[in-house]
């Protein structure tokens, strides 16, 4: 299997720091996507989830909240606390969020402008890969793929689809059916030989699996599109979405988030994940390594990654690169470049 721009490289190489933002409410607008992108620490960017025609976004009922996992309270910065303090180590959130509110053309349109606007300013094609984080029907999913082949977007395009969102009432996750997820592989590698293949990194943002038969119910499906010699369509899996099912309820009683169904049950994620998402990046990388046709097909790690140290712990679990969720949610763009500072200086000690 040949690799896709911007997915080459050792997974090995533990001195290359790849960090990027995930699909998350800190990746909706042009501004914050160029924030990401202009950070010279990160190894690329993704923009929020987004369908064919939008989602229509509530502000009454689709939120978010940080709290300190320990106490449940919502999270509050302290007037001159340090980014690098242990405070932010116990920080999770929840989110009863569905999707961006932009349609997928709109992302189109905006990463098209910052690929000409760097590409003036630094007078050659920018190495940071644009991951277009997409969802929809298998119909809506191979459409965003052809609009996107069709925009001709300068440097390396990764399309990642997320089928694992789980606050959408009457539409569970497809990433836990075996048999949702083959439909979406097979649409996909007929309009990749319709188009002849292309240069544009296809991946699966998956849930996080409890149980082995979950894991190896997508495993197989990725097996199963690559029988007999044929290319598996999917060059890297992101894992994972957030926890769906979970409650943050402090001492009043009530959640901190609203949702659509009056419950305020969401989905968990940052610091109260990171077990559970070092456990899913371990047990899928040594799934893809037993399996010959799968073993090129990378893991961009997920999940309550608040440090360097947890960049570190990712990596080693089998992440070739790692996303960040709720820590941007407190530091922005600085907490790219400070994990990042983080792990060169546990990579290269004094």
Known sequence: MSL?????????????????NSANVWATTKEQLI???????????TTRTSCLDGFAHNPDVHQYELFDTESMRPWQAQEGTDVSSSAYDSTSSI????????????YLRIVKEMGEASIAKLGGESEKPVN??????????????????GAKLKGPVWMEINLSCPNIPGKPPPAYSKSELLLYLHSLKEVIALHGGSEVALGIKVPPYTYMGQFQDMIGALVEVSQNGQRCPIDFITAVNTLGSCLVMPEAGA???????GTGIGGLAGAALHPLALGNVRIIRDLLDHNPDLKDVKVIGVGGVMDGAGYIRMRR????????????GIDGAHAISRIAAEARQVQNPP
């Open 132 to 149: 277009f984080s997409v969802t929809g029907s298998v119909k809506e999913v191979c459409q965003c793929y052809e609009l996107l082949i």
């Open 4 to 20: 896709k721009p911007g997915l080459r490289g050792n997974q090995d190489d533990d001195n290359d720091v790849r960090l990027l």
């Open 35 to 45: 924030e990401f992108y202009q950070c010279p620490d990160s190894f690329g960017i």
């Open 317 to 328: 679990a089998g992440a070739y690169a790692v996303a960040l969720g709720t820590v941007l």
């Open 255 to 261: 959640s901190v988030v609203a949702s659509e169904n």
């Open 95 to 106: 989110n009863t969020l569905g999707y961006s509110p932009f349609p997928f053309a709109e």
